[in-house]
Nanobody, 125 residues
Framework: QVQLVESGGGSVQAGGSLRLSCATS????????MGWFRQAPGKEREGVAA??????KYADSVKGRFTISKDNAKNILYLQMNSLKREDTAIYYC????????????????????WGQGTQVTVSS
């Protein structure tokens, strides 16, 4: 059974950094696409970053500040978040999908089939 478990969230001041981890288990092989999403109170879940065979995609709001990567040996997905802003406050989720497609573009988002439980990130000024 596939399981995704996020960790690394917390409270940080604006301008600070956090690194989120998504530990995976139950994988027969690495997903076609893995992504990070976030959901702030009262807002829809939005795609933050995605990774497919080394190619990365980012939402415009996080480009240049966030980096998605994975540890091949440990099967862990990461999201390095630098220069954090108050508007980055949200619950962050990792997601995985084995079918073709790796888009986080609103309206064209890949239908990710597996999700973690989320980790809270709070950025204060």
């Amino acid at each position: 059974q596939v399981q995704l478990v996020e960790s690394g969230g917390g409270s940080v001041q604006a301008g600070g950094s956090l690194r989120l981890s998504c530990a995976t288990s139950g994988l027969t092989y690495w997903p076609y696409c893995m992504g990070w999403f976030r959901q702030a109170p009262g807002k829809e879940r939005e795609g933050v970053a995605a990774l497919h065979e080394g190619a990365t995609k980012y939402a415009d709001s996080v480009k240049g500040r966030f980096t998605i990567s994975k540890d091949n040996a440990k099967n862990i997905l990461y999201l390095q978040m630098n220069s954090l802003k108050r508007e980055d406050t949200a619950i962050y989720y990792c997601a995985a999908e084995w079918n073709l497609g790796c888009s986080i573009v609103p309206g064209k988002r890949t239908d990710f089939g597996y999700w973690g439980q989320g980790t809270q990130v709070t950025v204060s000024s």
